[in-house]
């Protein structure tokens, strides 16, 4: 019971969060905002988490996730009140940049706690499998969220669809709030071990290549997740048809997440994280091959495919290779990367995908998670499951 509530919550939150980051886009380029005005949106979202996500990962660590759970709710909250109640012709781009960095830092705060709880709990032999349906609840916030984001942006504006997600971050509040008594809670004013620092989980040789394989991973979801709003938007397709498209990677992620009830069985983390990079390089190379809804929706579909299946593995590889008492620091760590990708890599898109072109975005992207795909062959963890 306590884990579909937790499920639930994370699924609540994360729904807020895709939500605003699709909103956002499209709010921003409706007033006739820049791409690179888009990027800085976006990558406010990442920027306070990519500061303070390993910090927050020991404060996890010390006082457990009943108190860090409900703080990040409720910046979730303030983050999505703000564009709702300021519109674009009054406050301009302010209520964005501030929501932005407010939700992106409750999610982050949620999402950690969340994932510490759920393997804490899991079964070691089953932990892949466990972290799958979370993995799963999270895909379907990723697809309804963009796809009723959009229906809402073309029948009743932009503000009403943050309207929605005050509401969806109120839902949130009030389950977490019923569940306080079942989430762990520590004193923390014991004395932490030393903390470790950022390179001895690099000279720790398999943390070092799921760090990598999370850099890798993280950046190809925040190119679809930037670029696929902008490249709709440039072919000319509607706030609900880039909501489809979107959805549809999200669709795939739930299909694959599903698969991994059976697949954990019968391959190893790393071979399904070998397959990840791979798909995702053949994804994006047929991407700028298409301008119209369904063949965009088909790439995006393999794409989630590809990537749906490498969060459930790597956070399972993170519980059973990480130092006792510190997931939660490993967890920040791991939250790092992927949030300094977020901050980075929507200003590159931003000012350089009017000089190059969507499409030489997409292509750089397969070679490089192509090139990682062939660096997981070489690391031999292919080993069959005891």
Not at 27 to 44: E, K, M, R
Not at 60 to 89: C, E, K, N, Q
Not at 242 to 268: D, E, K, N, P
Request: glycine content about 10%; charged content about 10%.
């Amino acid at each position: 019971m306590i884990l579909l509530r937790l499920i639930l919550i994370a699924v609540l939150t994360h729904m807020a969060f895709v939500s605003a980051r699709m909103t956002a886009s499209l709010y921003a380029l409706a007033n006739d905002a820049s791409t690179f005005t888009v990027g800085v949106i976006l990558a406010l979202f990442s920027l306070v988490p990519m500061l303070i996500s390993v910090r927050a990962g020991r404060w996890i660590d010390a006082v457990g996730p009943r108190r860090p759970t409900l703080i990040g709710t409720l910046l979730i909250l303030g983050g999505v009140l703000l564009p709702a109640m300021f519109s674009y012709a009054a406050a301009d781009l302010a209520p964005l940049l501030v929501g932005a960095s407010l939700i992106g830092t409750g999610t982050t705060i949620n999402l950690l706690s969340i994932q510490q709880v759920i393997g804490e709990r899991a079964d070691p032999a089953r932990r892949a499998a466990t972290f799958s349906w979370f993995a799963l609840g999270v895909s379907v916030s990723g697809f309804t969220g963009p796809v009723l984001s959009g229906l809402i942006i073309d029948n009743f504006g932009h503000r009403a669809s943050f309207g929605a997600q005050v509401l969806v971050a109120l839902l949130a509040l009030g389950l977490l709030w019923s569940s306080r008594g079942l989430m762990p809670s520590r004193h923390g004013n014991m004395k932490p071990p030393r903390p470790f620092q950022p390179m001895e989980f690099f000279r720790h040789t398999e943390l070092r290549h799921i760090l990598i394989a999370t850099a890798l991973i993280s950046m190809s979801w925040d190119l679809q997740s930037f670029v696929i709003p902008v490249h709709g938007n440039a072919v000319g397709l509607s706030a609900s048809e880039i909501g489809f498209v979107l959805g549809s990677f999200a669709l795939a992620t739930f299909v694959i997440r599903l698969a991994m009830q059976w697949l954990s069985r019968h391959v190893t983390e790393w071979q399904v994280l070998t397959y990840t990079m791979f798909c995702a390089a053949l994804a994006f190379t047929l991407f700028p091959i298409y301008s119209s809804l369904t063949p965009l929706m088909a790439a995006a579909f393999l794409l989630g495919l590809g990537l749906g299946a490498a969060q459930p593995n790597i956070m399972s590889l993170v519980h059973s290779r990480s130092p006792e008492g510190r997931v939660g620091e490993v967890l920040g760590a791991r939250a790092t990367i992927i949030h300094s990708s977020q901050v980075v890599l929507p200003l590159v898109f931003g000012a350089f995908g009017s000089v190059l072109g969507a499409a030489a975005m997409f292509w750089m992207m397969a070679f490089l998670v192509g090139s990682g795909g062939v660096g997981a062959l070489f690391w031999r963890k292919h080993k069959v499951n005891p």
